[in-house]
Nanobody, 125 residues
Framework: QVQLAESGGGSVQAGGSLRLSCAAS????????MGWFRQAPGKEREWVAG????????AYADSVKGRFTISRDNAKNTLYLQMNSLKPEDAAMFLC??????????????????WGQGIQVTVSS
């Protein structure tokens, strides 16, 4: 079983950048597809980005494509999300998640096995 812990959230002005990290423990993330989700108050949890276990393939929601970059360092057991050109509508609780192999780079939230607690991102206009 893998435990996940996000860090790097906070408040930023529109147009700014943040880098989220998701540190894993209890197992190696090499066994998992990884993803980032977000959930704003009153809205459903939204898939943001995904990455295969070896990092060879990534995918993004249309709303963040070209602005966000998902990456992973399996040696450090850590997942990242670089967020640039942030918009007020990006504000949400961001959560990292892990899916056991075999897995696809995209997936609905119910397909993920393990979740972090989430971290808040606030974007002011």
């Amino acid at each position: 079983q893998v435990q996940l812990a996000e860090s790097g959230g906070g408040s930023v002005q529109a147009g700014g950048s943040l880098r989220l990290s998701c540190a894993a423990s209890g197992d190696t993330i090499r066994r998992y597809c990884m993803g980032w989700f977000r959930q704003a108050p009153g809205k459903e949890r939204e898939w943001v980005a995904g990455i295969l276990p070896d990092g060879s393939v990534t995918a993004y929601a249309d709303s963040v494509k070209g602005r966000f970059t998902i990456s992973r360092d399996n040696a450090k057991n850590t997942l990242y999300l670089q967020m640039n050109s942030l918009k007020p509508e990006d504000a949400a609780m961001f959560l990292c998640a892990a899916r056991k192999v075999p897995c696809a780079v995209r997936g609905a939230s119910y397909t993920y096995n393990y979740w972090g607690q989430g971290i808040q991102v606030t974007v002011s206009s």
